[in-house]
C-alpha cells in the first residue's frame, strides 16, 4: 500500500503526481499483471532466453555497424 503524506501548503496536484512517480516505481501494476496468470518456471526461463537471443542479435548488428 503506498502512502503520501501531503504537507501543509502543497496542492492536491502536486501531492497526487508523487502519487504517480511513486507508484511507477515500485512497480505495482507490473507486478499484478504477471500475478494474474499463472506461468511455469520453464515457460519463464525460455522467455528469458529468447529475450536475450533477440538483444544479443541488434547488439551484435549495432557492433558490426
Known amino acids: 500500500?503506498?502512502?503520501i503524506n501531503?504537507?501543509?501548503g502543497e496542492s492536491i496536484d502536486r501531492a497526487l503526481k508523487r502519487?504517480?512517480?511513486k507508484h511507477?516505481?515500485?512497480q505495482i501494476a507490473k507486478?499484478?499483471?504477471e500475478r494474474k496468470h499463472f506461468t511455469k518456471p520453464s515457460i519463464e526461463r525460455r522467455?528469458?532466453?529468447l529475450?536475450?537471443?533477440y538483444r544479443d542479435k541488434f547488439?551484435?548488428?549495432d557492433q558490426q555497424q
Open 31 to 33: 507486478e499484478l499483471r
Open 59 to 61: 547488439y551484435k548488428e
Open 6 to 8: 501531503v504537507k501543509d
Open 24 to 26: 511507477r516505481q515500485v
Open 51 to 53: 529475450n536475450a537471443v
Open 19 to 21: 502519487y504517480k512517480r
Open 1 to 3: 500500500m503506498l502512502i
Open 47 to 49: 522467455g528469458k532466453i
